[in-house]
């Protein structure tokens, strides 16, 4: 089973997609197998981390924008020096996930979820999740 799900981002969104994944997963009706979470974007990413503290996002994104702050010197202008960084940090955080499916559920930690980042933006975007059995 393969889903789309688009959402609208601002220039450092921290999207929790958590629930929306979960519910997919419920309803492909798989109870065993694998889900991955695929973003087809080069200036936004996905990670894992806690939900507990909204802080910890912020968190997040201000070490990104740290180790990867928007500069004029980039070689990469095609855009804007944003957008420069904003491919850096995808590259370097990632664009998909894979997670187990165990007993009908996605397997993930008392305290985890799963985020889309928004590098550059504001942007429409989306996302895929392919829900595979086995």
Known sequence: MLKKVSLTTQFNDVVNITDE???????????????HV???????????TSFW????????QDEI???IPTRIDFKHQHDTPQDAAA???SSLLGISMSFIIDSGELLVGSSQGIFFLEFDGPRN??????????
């Open 65 to 67: 924008c740290r180790l």
């Open 87 to 89: 491919h850096i940090k």
């Open 21 to 35: 994944i979960k519910k997919i997963v419920k309803e492909s009706g798989i109870k065993e197998g694998v889900c």
């Open 38 to 48: 695929y973003n087809p974007h080069s200036t936004a990413g996905l990670t894992s």
């Open 125 to 134: 975007r989306h996302y895929f999740v392919k829900v595979i059995a086995g």
């Open 53 to 60: 503290d909204p802080n910890g996002w912020l968190d997040l």
